[in-house]
């Protein structure tokens, strides 16, 4: 008598299987899409940036190195008078203001020369004691004079332009404590369109420094 184990399943003499494939249908799961991070939310537009206050311009030139160290780029610092370390520490090292000025002399002075070039030549030419219309060495003061003074006009202007003025307002002007920027308080900012603003980390950063406050200026 065969064992049990030894008798054919069915369908197996015939190489096929009896199992139902269709009664238990395989349900395809597609792949859980990946998680994205989380997007960087917008800076509030009510917002210009943080403000720490600090009592001596020591403080504040430290402060400004270890913010320009950090990363932060769109600093501001704020100081009763002229502190020269504190614009090198807040990463300010070039200005535009010179080429400003070369451009505004160049064309004094070519404005100067042609503008009596052509008077001479073109416009009203005058035969002065067999001289040629175009006399240069006479035509040197005028030139002189047209470049400094267009190099200067250029100087003045072009300051204006690049310090943003006239500006009778701004945003920090907001601040409870800023009027004291005039007489013996010291102020850092950190403007909110700054690449690494996050409002957050800026005020634990700031508050790191050890400030006599850190506030929020609105626009």
């Not at 072009?158 to 013996?184: C, E, I, S």
Request: proline content about 11%.
């Amino acid at each position: 008598m065969a064992d049990e184990k030894d008798k054919p399943r069915s369908g197996e003499e015939y190489g096929t299987d009896d199992t139902d494939i269709s009664a238990s249908p395989r349900v395809s799961v597609s792949p859980r899409p990946p998680i994205s991070p989380s997007p960087r939310l917008p800076v509030s537009p009510s917002l210009y940036g943080v403000m720490a206050e600090f009592d001596n311009p020591s403080h504040l030139v430290a402060a400004a190195r270890r913010t320009y160290e950090a990363g932060y780029r769109r600093i501001n610092g704020y100081s009763p008078y002229p502190i020269e370390e504190l614009w090198e520490a807040i990463g300010f090292h070039r200005t535009g203001l010179p080429i400003i000025v070369l451009i505004g002399g160049i064309i004094g002075g070519l404005g100067g020369f042609l503008m009596q070039y052509y008077l001479s030549v073109f416009d009203y030419p005058l035969n002065v004691g067999g001289k040629p219309f175009n006399s240069w060495p006479a035509f040197v003061p005028i030139t002189f004079e047209m470049t400094i003074l267009c190099a200067a006009l250029a100087a003045v202007f072009g300051m204006l332009a690049l310090n943003k003025l006239p500006q009778p307002y701004h945003p920090v002007f907001n601040a409870p404590n800023f009027k004291l920027a005039t007489r013996d308080h010291f102020f850092l900012v950190i403007e909110a369109d700054d690449p690494r603003y996050e409002h957050d980390d800026v005020v634990e950063f700031l508050k790191s420094l050890e400030p006599k406050e850190v506030t929020d200026v609105e626009v």
